[in-house]
């Protein structure tokens, strides 16, 4: 019973710790668990978020599904200078001191389609285009783009395999079934499972 009770109040403690959204734009039916950070992003609908996120300069397509501990876009440092050190550009963060204020600006949007499904602990570098309808999994560093209902996992991700033939694949991005209205999402559900049937319908 106190274990019970111990699991129930961590849990809840877990919950509260909300998390930080700044200049981001998140349907209301999608979901962002505590201990998230947020910045200039928008997600689309019925897509979720586990604990403990980081998205920054990233659009997130609709019906995604993104486990907890996945940092996706965040900021980079510059390579061609004679420091990477933010105390030489200007930024704000943790480092007060400023020995320079050089404008660096190299900030690349990163994009999430609909419908894909990213693992837990995954890091996904800027300006990266993950296609919709993949997969990245658990543990995985995302440096180049990922195409359309592809299955891609390791470090850095290489590809493992697509979900479908070509022609389905084709067909599939060709319904924009994500874009749809729920009362049409509604009476499509039933053949959600069978990917053929779903095609013939639509």
């Not at 019973?1 to 959204?21: A, N, P, Q």
């Not at 910045?39 to 980081?54: E, L, R």
């Not at 480092?95 to 190299?106: G, M, R, T, V």
């Not at 990245?136 to 996992?153: A, C, E, L, N, R």
Request: net charge positive.
């Amino acid at each position: 019973m106190l274990t019970k009770i111990f699991y129930f109040w961590s849990k809840f403690f877990k919950k509260i710790r909300g998390s930080s959204i700044l200049n981001s734009q998140i349907h209301k039916t999608s979901k962002i668990e505590a201990g998230s950070t947020i910045v200039n992003c928008s997600i689309g609908k019925y897509s979720s978020s586990g604990y403990d996120c980081k998205f920054v300069n990233t659009d997130i397509g609709s019906f995604c599904s993104i486990a907890s501990n996945v940092c996706i876009g965040d900021s980079m440092h510059p390579i061609d200078w004679v420091s990477t050190s933010s105390v030489f550009y200007d930024v704000n963060d943790s480092i007060k001191k400023k020995f320079s204020k050089h404008a660096f600006s190299d900030v690349k949007r990163t994009i999430i389609g609909s419908d894909v499904w990213i693992g837990q602990n995954v890091l996904v570098k800027q300006g990266v285009v993950i296609g919709t309808g993949s997969i990245v999994g658990m543990g995985s560093v995302v440096t180049k783009d990922i195409p359309p209902y592809s299955i891609f996992g390791g470090n850095p991700a290489r590809l493992i395999r697509y979900r479908f033939p070509v022609e389905t694949i084709d067909k599939l991005l060709e319904t924009t079934w994500w874009e749809l209205d729920d009362d049409k999402i509604v009476s499509l559900a039933v053949d959600f499972n069978s990917p053929e049937e779903l095609i013939k319908k639509i």
